[in-house]
């Protein structure tokens, strides 16, 4: 996997860190850090469905995957809409998990490729959940 990729998906990172960090400091009103956490991390979760778009369309598939390329953005839109607290940052959290679980028996790649975005989308998750449990012990 090239450099970029990963250089990109930690940076990616630094919104999950940031934001928790400047609501426990107090940097900030909790409610705004709370809120664009929440908006990036819905962001975030809905390039996962791109992800799977694209890997259908590539493929030449009109099955599942097609249809699962739609629910990150819209779990993570309704969530925005109906949920609040815990339970938002609940949602969001595993739907992350449950992209990285999808994504792992899903996208079609070389299988080295597939262990390194794997790899890769595992500690990115982990940091992302990690951030959200933060954001929610701090409130």
Known sequence: MPIQFKILGYAGLIPFIVLPLIALADINNYFYSFQHFVQYSA?????????????????NRVNHQLY????????????????DGG??????SCAF???LMYDKYTLVMEKQKVIEYTTLRLVL???VV????A????A
């Open 43 to 59: 962001i975030i979760l809905s390039f996962f469905g791109g992800i799977h778009w694209y890997d259908a369309l590539q493929h």
């Open 68 to 83: 699962v390329a739609m629910l990150p953005s819209i779990v993570a839109w309704l969530s925005l809409v109906f949920l």
């Open 87 to 92: 339970l938002l940052l609940g949602v969001l």
């Open 97 to 99: 998990i449950a992209m």
């Open 125 to 127: 998750t982990t940091v």
């Open 130 to 133: 990690i951030s959200h449990l």
């Open 135 to 138: 954001m929610a012990l701090i």
